[in-house]
C-alpha cells in the first residue's frame, strides 16, 4: 500500500532563513508527487506537482521540490522565508494504477518576523 | 468558475442528529473525493466518485457514514446518527480524469462540531 511521511511535524524559523521539508513515499511502480498548502483556516491549495520529466519542479510563491528516486524523496525547498508561509504542509502521492491521493500527515510551519 | 463549493461552513450539532455536507464540483470534473482532516489521523480519504460513480469507499468509517453523487453537479455526506468523534473538518475535492496535472481542486471544507 502507498504510504507518505513527513518526519517533521513542527518547525520554527525566522524569516529569510532557508526552508526544506522531508516527504518520503513507499510506492513500488510510477508516482505523481504533490505539495500542498493549507494556510490557517484555509483549504488546501496546491504548491506545485511532478509527473515526470526534470526532477526539480518550481511552484508558486518561490517553492521548488525535488524527485530522488532512488531515496523516495520528494523534499520542499524555499531559500528565504516569510512570514506569510506561515500554514500546514502536506506532501501527498497517487500512484499511476490509482487516482486516491494519500496524503503525508503535515508539517506546520510557523515562521517568526 | 467557481471552484469547488462546500455547504455549510460550520455546523454544531447534538450527538445522534442527522448531519448532511453537501458540496458543488467544478463543472467538468469527473472525480469527486471527500477528505475528513483531524489533529490525530490527518487527511484521511473517506470515499471518491468517478462519473458519479461511488469507486472505493473503503475509508468510510462505519455504517452511520454514507455519500451520494445523484449528479455531476452534487454530492452529499451523510453521517446517522452523529457522534462527538465524528467532530472535524470535512473537504470535498474534484479533479478532471486521470491524466490531469493540477492535481485536486479543494472546497473549503466544513467544520462539524457534534456535542
Known amino acids: 500500500a502507498q504510504s507518505v511521511s513527513q518526519h517533521n511535524h513542527h518547525v520554527i524559523l525566522s524569516e529569510a532563513a532557508s526552508l526544506e521539508l522531508g516527504c518520503n513515499y513507499s510506492?513500488?511502480?510510477?508516482?505523481?508527487l504533490f505539495w500542498y498548502v493549507q494556510y490557517p483556516g484555509q483549504h488546501l491549495q496546491l504548491l506545485l506537482k511532478y509527473f515526470s520529466g526534470d526532477p526539480l519542479v518550481k511552484g508558486i510563491k518561490g517553492f521548488e521540490a525535488e524527485f530522488i528516486k532512488s531515496k523516495f524523496s520528494f523534499n520542499l525547498r524555499k531559500p528565504s522565508v516569510q512570514w506569510s508561509d506561515t500554514a500546514e504542509y502536506f506532501c501527498a502521492v497517487n500512484g499511476d494504477s490509482s487516482y486516491k491521493l494519500i496524503f503525508g500527515s503535515g508539517t506546520r510551519l510557523l515562521v517568526r518576523p | 468558475d467557481a471552484g469547488v463549493i462546500q455547504s455549510p461552513r460550520h455546523e454544531v450539532t447534538e450527538m445522534g442528529q442527522e448531519v448532511t455536507l453537501r458540496c458543488k464540483p467544478i463543472s467538468g470534473h469527473d472525480y469527486l473525493f471527500w477528505y475528513r482532516q483531524t489533529m490525530m489521523r490527518g487527511l484521511e480519504l473517506l470515499i471518491y466518485f468517478n462519473n458519479n460513480v461511488p469507486i472505493d469507499d473503503s475509508g468510510m468509517p462505519e455504517d452511520r457514514f454514507s455519500a451520494k453523487m445523484p449528479n455531476a453537479s452534487f454530492s452529499t455526506l451523510k453521517i446517522q446518527p452523529s457522534e462527538p468523534r465524528d467532530s472535524a473538518v470535512y473537504f470535498c475535492a474534484s479533479s478532471f480524469s486521470p491524466g490531469d496535472h493540477y492535481g485536486y481542486t479543494f472546497g473549503s471544507g466544513t467544520r462539524l462540531t457534534v456535542v
Open positions: 510506492y513500488g511502480g510510477t508516482v505523481n
